[in-house]
């Protein structure tokens, strides 16, 4: 709980076993537009009202023309939301550019991207209607461009 969650890395020994340096920030919730301070949009974390910007679910992907993407997750304006920031320079390092909008805005979270056995690639998300509670929603991807791009849902 830091007021404004960030995005960290921080290399590793060769055996995994501890880090070689200390972690490196590489960007904050508040960068991105669609990320909403909990206060602001009525949210409290296990019923207290505590402010701050959240950063949760990190996922490090690649499109096809090797731009690398991270999906992370935040409160945006409809609850819980999904995003994307992808690196200007190709390394983790950065700089990371956010995308304007959530890549899925309507109390979803937590996505991660993976291949099926005949190489579809899907992504995967929790997702709430209405007031229901959260389910799996998986939803068949692109990545052939610059940007993922979401497409139908999958077996729909």
């Known amino acids: 709980q830091i007021i404004d969650g960030t995005m960290d890395y921080m290399p ?31 949210e409290a974390t296990f019923g ?9 679910g990190p996922q490090m992907f690649r499109t096809q023309t090797g ?3 991270m999906l992370w997750s935040s409160w945006g304006d409809r609850r819980y939301a999904q995003g994307v920031a992808y690196s200007s320079s190709g390394s983790i390092k950065g700089p990371w550019v956010q995308e304007q909008e959530a890549l899925m805005g309507d109390n979803s979270g937590h ?16 997702h709430a209607e209405g007031k229901g509670p959260r ?15 979401l497409e139908n849902r999958y077996g729909s």
Do not use: Y
Not at 16 to 41: Q, V
Not at 135 to 149: C, V
């Open 48 to 56: 207290l009202k505590m402010p701050g910007w959240v950063t949760d």
């Open 111 to 126: 996505g991660m991207l993976f291949r099926t056995f005949e190489g579809k690639l899907l992504f995967i998300v929790h």
């Open 12 to 42: 590793l020994s060769k055996d995994l076993t501890r880090r070689t340096a200390e972690p490196t920030t590489i960007f904050r919730a508040s960068e991105a537009a669609w990320s909403k301070e909990m206060n602001s949009i009525g």
């Open 135 to 149: 389910k799996p929603q998986i939803r068949s991807t692109d990545d052939s461009g610059d940007k993922l791009l």
């Open 67 to 69: 731009r690398l993407g």
